[in-house]
């Protein structure tokens, strides 16, 4: 019965197109923008070190959970709460992750369009000849500063977005990821093997790999856990919807290990570029702010021959990236309004994406030389509040729930189909009810103490 109910529904055509278009989902300005930001802000190998253990010890937990949910109640996050524990209010996790999916899209769509806006840069020829540090920081302040320019970038991107969210699952989602991701990924260990070798970089991969113990404290813990799951699109249900589409017969430990793996990789290799070319063009480890990434990337571009189309290629490529993020990110809402409220894909699809855009407007405009919201950090704080605590926090509810209120031995059940083994089970138990749900509530309850 469940496979008739899942070609209802829309399956992924394999086991590698659901690997691919999860990974697309997990793979995007996270790994690339985010995490060498969060690096380089929190004291850098130390941060990365911790970032692994989460990674490793909770993301993954989290990534099998959300992801049995999914696929034993072949719904949307609102639907699968509902299914499972009807008219309770477990049911917030679900309307949770609706909401942060909403806001996390708004100023995602802002830096993807920065993206998009970084192609046509690079192809117009703003980063030939010698490029150096003070060359890209003025370009990224010039870029940010026109409000028309990246006002019709998050157009784009959100515009792109629902379009191709409204179109539905297989034509939508799969299409793009099949090619393109590893595209990426062969040009991102291109472009790290050349950061290596460029004089000075040791500094910068002491900076990205010796770890400074004195750096530790609770902001690194809990930014690590944030992007964790930030990284690995977690805490929010998107993965229980991508789950929902999971055949019976897959094998959900080893597709959660291997979306994990590939974000995982993406990551560090985006940090082995960034922070050796910091180093080579003279710069301290923390510099620049959300704009380190468009300021490094262009200097490591122009020490490669071929560099104009590799960076056309390169920036292409990222935003493709993100743009496989916010599909994920716009799916979510959209599953909800389309299963639990009856509506029209299209119209799912237009509403949202037309309330995130204008969600997205402050942050689009909060950056120097912008005056109206520029003090606010409009996307720092939307960045900090759905990027880290919400996700955190729907994380902890999904454990709990599952590990508690479904029932640890069920989504067992669930899991077994498709891997009747089950090596990990006691590691992801324990994780499951104690590790994931404890960590995260005493960096919760920290949090005032670090934030304050
Ligand atoms: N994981 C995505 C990235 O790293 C962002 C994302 C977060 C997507 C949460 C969906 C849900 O770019």
Known sequence: MASQETIKRGTWGSKIAFILAAAGSAIGLGNIWRFPTMVSQNGGA?????????????????????????????????????????????????????????????????????????????????????VTSQLTDKIFTEFTSNPLQVLVLLFIIIGLTAFIISKGVKGGIERWTKVLMPLLFVLIIFLAIKALTLPGAEKGIAFYLKPDFSKLNGTVILFALGQAFFSLSLGMGTMITYGSYISKSDNLVSSAGWVTFSDTIIALLAGLIIFPTLAFSGQPGNIGGFGLVFKIFPIILSQIPGGYIFGILFFALLSVAALTSTISLLEVPVAYLVDERNWSRKKAALAVGLFSFVLGIPSALSFEGMKIFTKMDFLGKLNFIFGNISLAVGALLICVFVGYVWGAKKAIQEIFSGNPKFKLRPLWVFSLKFLSPIAVIFILIFIKKITG
Do not use: D
């Open 46 to 130: 130390v941060f990365v070190l911790v970032y692994i253990l989460a990674v490793v010890l909770i993301g993954f937990t989290v990534m099998l959970t959300e992801l049995t949910l999914g696929r034993h109640t072949q719904k949307n996050p609102v639907g699968a709460i509902g299914y499972i524990k009807p008219r309770t209010p477990w049911k917030i996790i679900g309307y949770l992750g609706v909401i942060t999916g909403v806001c996390i899209l708004s100023f995602y769509s802002v830096v993807a369009g920065w993206a998009v806006g970084y192609m046509v840069k690079t192809a117009t020829g703003a980063f030939r000849g010698e």
